[in-house]
Every structure is written in structure tokens, then in C-alpha cells.
């Protein structure tokens, strides 16, 4: 199996942009209910992210919101993690749950609710120049680095970043994950054609549980049945896959 993207490649939303802002919005909504029904005790909980507990996550998509919310919090943001070096990706999401080391749960979680209105319109009112335009640098997906344009970022990472996390954050508290078909769905099955078009082989899968679903292409493939938050678990680096579900995707 190939573990290599090309870096030539520049990767797009296959989102509609009305679809992408719907799962966002909707995304961002679930994400703030689970966090309302988290304990006091729970917001110390270790979570999947190694070196994030609960309340470094929440602020970790704070940050990010702020960042689609505010082109100024934007430049801020991005000035203070270059002057971190390493990694972009890892700076940034340091000087975001840095920035909300000394904030109460509940301030969290206010601060969230206040931002997200503004993020999902930053995200919407994304020029379409912007958002056709290639991100400088490379982003790291499993082991190669890639481009994206920024609408791939906006439509489709910022969106799976928070799903992702919540599925974290049920996990690592104990709460219930909200699946619909409508929603989660849509998510995982666009996972499962960036999926295939990553690793490119003939394949079966078949996804159990509200988010699911069955997908193939060719013959003669590997035949795969999971839960499918367990593969988007899988698909985000998040425990050890075998075979194609070792292919990563971008999160």
C-alpha cells in the first residue's frame, strides 16, 4: 500500500460550501451541549490528544473559533506561534490552550457560545479567491506533507477538528456521542471518499451505527466492517489501524 500523498496534489473541498456551513454550524452546536453536560470532576479528564485533558481541548476549538471569528485574532494567533517555532500546526494549538490555561469550564464554554455565531460567518464570508488559493507550506497527513487551499481548511478540517473532539471529549468523560444520519453521516461519508481516493485500492466497507453506512469500489478488495466513529477514530491517527485503515485523512 503507498504511504505517500504526492505534495503536488492540491487538496479541495468536495463540500458544497451550504453543506460544509450547515455541518459547521450544527458541528459547533453539538459540541457546546456536550460540554454543558460535563461535571465539574470531568473537566480534568485525560482525553485521546496526548497532554490534553477536557479543558485544553475545549480551548483548543476556542481558539480555533476565534481564529475563524477575527482576522486580527487571526494575525495574533499565527505572530505568537511563529515565534514558538516547530511545527505551525503544534505552536498553534499551544499558544490557543495557553491562552485559556486560567479560564473556568464555565467561562469556556461561555466564550465558545459567543464566538461561534462569528466563526461560521468568518468561515462563510470567505472570499472565493481565498478559498480557491493553496495555504502556504505544507500540511502533515499521516506520514507526507500536502497542500490544501484554504476552502479545504474552512469548509472541511475546522469542521472535523471539532467532531473529532467531541468524540474525544464523550470518550474521555463517559457522555453520550449525538449521531444522526443527517449530520454525523455526512461527515464520515465524506471521510470515506477522501479515504479512498487517498489509498486508491478496490475495497468494501461497511460502517455500523447511526454515521454509517456501505461504500465500495472495484473487485477483489478487502471487505472492512466497523462502527463508523471508530473509523473516523481510525482515519484521524487516533489508535492502530491495519491494512487500508491504516490510510490517514486530514484532520
Request: charge should be negative; include cysteine.
Amino acid at each position: 500500500m503507498t504511504t505517500e500523498t504526492s505534495t503536488s496534489t492540491i487538496r479541495r473541498s468536495a463540500l458544497e460550501r451550504e453543506t460544509a456551513m450547515r455541518l459547521a454550524t450544527t458541528e459547533y452546536e453539538r459540541y457546546l451541549r456536550l460540554l454543558h453536560e460535563v461535571s465539574p470532576g470531568q473537566w480534568g479528564a485525560p482525553t485521546d490528544c496526548p497532554d490534553w485533558d477536557v479543558h485544553a481541548m475545549a480551548t483548543h476549538v476556542l481558539g480555533m473559533a476565534q481564529m475563524s471569528a477575527s482576522l486580527r485574532e487571526q494575525v495574533r494567533q499565527l505572530r505568537a506561534a511563529r515565534k514558538r517555532g516547530g511545527l505551525l500546526v503544534d505552536a498553534l494549538n499551544a499558544v490557543q490552550v495557553d491562552a485559556g490555561r486560567g479560564l473556568e469550564p464555565a467561562a469556556v464554554v461561555h466564550r465558545l457560545a459567543d464566538t461561534v455565531p462569528r466563526a461560521v460567518r468568518g468561515r462563510e464570508r470567505m472570499p472565493g479567491l481565498v478559498r480557491r488559493s493553496a495555504m502556504p507550506g505544507q500540511q502533515q497527513v499521516g506520514d507526507a506533507g500536502e497542500v490544501w487551499t484554504f476552502g479545504f481548511l474552512t469548509d472541511v478540517v475546522l469542521t472535523r477538528d471539532v467532531w473529532m473532539h467531541r468524540v474525544d471529549t464523550a470518550r474521555a468523560t463517559g457522555l453520550t456521542f449525538v449521531a444522526t444520519p443527517d449530520h454525523d453521516g455526512a461527515i464520515v461519508a465524506d471521510l470515506v471518499a477522501e479515504w479512498a481516493e487517498r489509498h486508491g485500492r478496490a475495497y468494501t466497507l461497511r460502517l455500523t451505527g447511526p454515521a454509517g453506512g456501505e461504500w465500495s469500489a472495484g473487485d477483489g478488495g478487502d471487505e472492512l466492517e466497523l462502527d463508523a466513529v471508530e473509523f473516523g477514530r481510525l482515519v484521524s491517527g487516533r489508535g492502530s489501524g491495519e491494512g487500508l485503515l491504516a490510510r490517514q485523512v486530514a484532520f
